[in-house]
């Protein structure tokens, strides 16, 4: 994490169109949180980002290519990792989803050992912890949808394997995502209560609280890392994981 006294965010956008309401919303949030931080954008298609993980870098043999170095080099140095997609098919974009795929590497996001245990350090441990990371997504659907009971399932268990699969197990504390609905409606019009909505949660979002997730050495998991019997009650589903006090 950055060592000096400026808040440090990385804001990842990954949209194709300059002329989005993505880009729209990245380009107006990002220049206000200037005033209070210090914010790096990676522009994935404007930076022409390869997301293709290939044989030598899952090895390992031969390094990180450069591009790569330079992403865990920014990363390093935020406190607060913002990721900005619109919501295909159910999850990220492909340039999205290989931004993640190369840049949290082994040895890097994950399968860090503890120096004096040799245990893996996962699910609230691991390379990235001490971080924050929010979740900004765009969806055609209405806002209703994703709620618990709506069809296309609620959007912090839809997130669920980027949220706690990817951040939680290296370490980064996930805020709730924030999300854009409704889009695809005729004649959409809420582009600039959007705009205004995101600031306001940008204003506060150093001091929000992040989903409680369970930590594997919370002492809440059996040793077969099913969560212990004594919690089930708690709740259902993947919502088990997230801790209920």
Same mark, same amino acid.
């Given at each position: 994490?950055?060592?000096?006294?400026?808040? &440090? $965010?990385?804001?990842? /956008?990954?949209?194709?169109?300059?002329?989005?309401?993505? /880009?729209?919303?990245?380009? @107006?949030?990002? =220049?206000?949180?200037?005033?209070?931080?210090?914010?790096?954008? $990676?522009?994935?298609?404007?930076?022409?980002?390869?997301? *293709?993980?290939?044989?030598?870098?899952?090895?390992?043999?031969?390094?990180?290519?450069?591009? $790569? *170095?330079?992403?865990?080099? %920014?990363?390093?140095?935020? +406190?607060?990792?913002?990721?900005?997609?619109?919501?295909?098919?159910?999850?990220?974009?492909?340039? *999205? &989803?290989?931004?993640?795929?190369? *840049?949290f590497s082994h040895g890097?996001?994950?399968?860090? &050992?503890?120096?004096? @245990?040799g245990r893996t350090l &996962?699910?609230? +441990?691991?390379?990235?912890?001490?971080?924050?990371?929010? @979740?900004?997504?765009?969806?055609? #659907?209405?806002?209703?949808?994703?709620?618990?009971?709506?069809?296309?399932?609620?959007?912090?268990? %839809?997130?669920?394997?980027?949220?706690?699969?990817?951040?939680?197990?290296?370490?980064?504390?996930? %805020?709730?995502?924030?999300?854009?609905?409704? @889009? #695809?409606?005729?004649?959409?019009?809420?582009?600039?209560?959007?705009?205004? =909505?995101?600031?306001?949660?940008?204003?506060?979002?150093?001091?929000?609280?992040? !989903?409680?997730?369970?930590?594997?050495?919370?002492?809440?998991?059996?040793?077969? =890392?099913?969560?212990?019997?004594?919690?089930?009650w708690e709740s259902e589903?993947?919502?088990?994981? !997230?801790?209920? +006090?």
């Amino acid at each position: 994490m950055a060592d000096n006294n400026a808040t &440090k $965010v990385l804001w990842v /956008h990954g949209h194709p169109e300059s002329d989005s309401l993505n /880009h729209q919303l990245m380009e @107006t949030a990002s =220049r206000n949180l200037r005033c209070r931080a210090e914010v790096t954008v $990676v522009d994935l298609y404007e930076l022409g980002w390869n997301p *293709v993980l290939d044989s030598g870098e899952l090895s390992g043999t031969g390094g990180p290519a450069p591009e $790569v *170095v330079a992403q865990q080099h %920014l990363l390093c140095e935020a +406190d607060l990792l913002i990721i900005q997609f619109p919501l295909w098919w159910h999850g990220m974009p492909a340039i *999205v &989803k290989g931004w993640f795929d190369r *840049v949290f590497s082994h040895g890097f996001a994950y399968g860090i &050992k503890h120096p004096e @245990t040799g245990r893996t350090l &996962k699910y609230g +441990d691991g390379g990235l912890a001490g971080r924050r990371a929010l @979740t900004i997504v765009t969806a055609g #659907d209405r806002q209703s949808s994703f709620d618990p009971r709506g069809i296309n399932g609620d959007i912090e268990l %839809l997130l669920f394997p980027l949220l706690h699969g990817t951040l939680w197990y290296s370490g980064i504390s996930a %805020l709730r995502p924030h999300l854009i609905a409704g @889009t #695809d409606v005729p004649d959409w019009s809420g582009a600039d209560d959007e705009c205004q =909505r995101l600031l306001d949660r940008l204003d506060t979002v150093f001091d929000e609280q992040p !989903i409680r997730y369970r930590a594997l050495e919370s002492g809440d998991y059996c040793p077969d =890392r099913t969560l212990a019997p004594e919690h089930a009650w708690e709740s259902e589903g993947l919502a088990m994981h !997230i801790r209920a +006090d």
